[in-house]
């Protein structure tokens, strides 16, 4: 077996090369004057486990060229971060079902794919190889407790994230909450824990995705006028578009943490270790 990746998981790859003690294939990438992506692949064995997360199109394309490189040897794609996935059903007549479109075409060249915390493990169902998830919720819950914080509320900023911030707090045996909504106007929404105060205590609100950073910085401005004593910040996917970090630390959150499955520098957590599970059980 040997590990390959595209050049926006290269961090994550030779973490998981190093986890399952296999070589990590060089790659020579670049670009045809045209903007084009050109590579080629070093030496491969007879398993190949390609890594790439989907944060945009040119990794979506690399790829796609990377499973067609390799593909004298059995391929197997871990999808860190999958974009388009929140694109999981035809909102109105004449959009594509974009989840599917490019689960469709990942599945071209591999015999399976291994996602992580993918926003709706519905997504699945679209490729055509068989494909299943694994979450990051310990981790994420051990990257907390590193914070040594004295009786943390984690916090699911909708209940859509509820389950997952059910399974991190599970992991520290924290309380655990959701906000909730309410519109006080045209112009005015409240944003407030549905059953638990914070008033004094320390917040960690967590998240797949942050993305544009607004939901979580709205939601830490309305924590602190509760009297929460610190807010924090955790998810897995790290996209922070347009200076979400920035929003949020701007916005008085003590700590903003992610995961690998996209490289930044407030990657904190490795989804290495599980992957590498998750692997060697098929
Ligand atoms: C949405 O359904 C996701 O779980 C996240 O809550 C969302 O992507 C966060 O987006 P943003 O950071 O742009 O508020």
Request: proline share 4%; hydrophobic share 45%.
């Amino acid at each position: 077996m040997n590990v390959i990746c595209t050049e926006q998981s290269q961090v994550l790859a030779a973490r998981l090369a190093k986890e399952l003690g296999v070589p990590l294939v060089q790659v020579t990438y670049s670009r045809f004057p045209d903007g084009e992506h050109y590579l080629c692949t070093g030496p491969l064995d007879g398993e190949t486990v390609i890594v790439g997360g989907v944060g945009d199109n040119n990794a979506l394309v690399q790829l796609m060229l990377l499973a067609d490189a390799c593909r004298d040897s059995r391929c197997r794609l871990v999808l860190p971060y999958m974009a388009y996935a929140r694109q999981d059903k035809q909102f109105k007549p004449g959009e594509p079902l974009s989840a599917r479109a490019v689960a469709r075409a990942l599945s071209t060249g591999v015999s399976d794919v291994i996602t992580v915390n993918i926003h709706d493990p519905g997504v699945l169902d679209h490729f055509s190889v068989p494909a299943r998830n694994i979450s990051l919720s310990d981790d994420i819950g051990a990257c907390i407790a590193t914070l040594a914080l004295d009786n943390p509320l984690i916090l699911a900023p909708d209940e859509g994230a509820f389950a997952f911030a059910r399974d991190v707090a599970a992991s520290g045996g924290w309380e655990c909450d959701h906000l909730d909504k309410t519109r006080l106007s045209g112009v005015e929404v409240r944003m407030a824990p549905k059953k638990v105060s914070v008033a004094g205590r320390p917040v960690v609100i967590v998240d797949d995705i942050i993305s544009t950073g607004g939901t979580i910085a709205t939601a830490a401005g309305m924590l602190y006028q509760q009297g929460a004593k610190d807010v924090y910040a955790a998810c897995v996917h790290g996209v922070f578009t347009g200076g979400a970090y920035a929003r949020l630390m701007a916005t008085g959150i003590r700590g903003v943490f992610c995961s690998d499955t996209i490289e930044r520098a407030c990657s904190t957590v490795s989804a290495a270790h599980r992957i590498a599970t998750a692997l060697r059980q098929r």
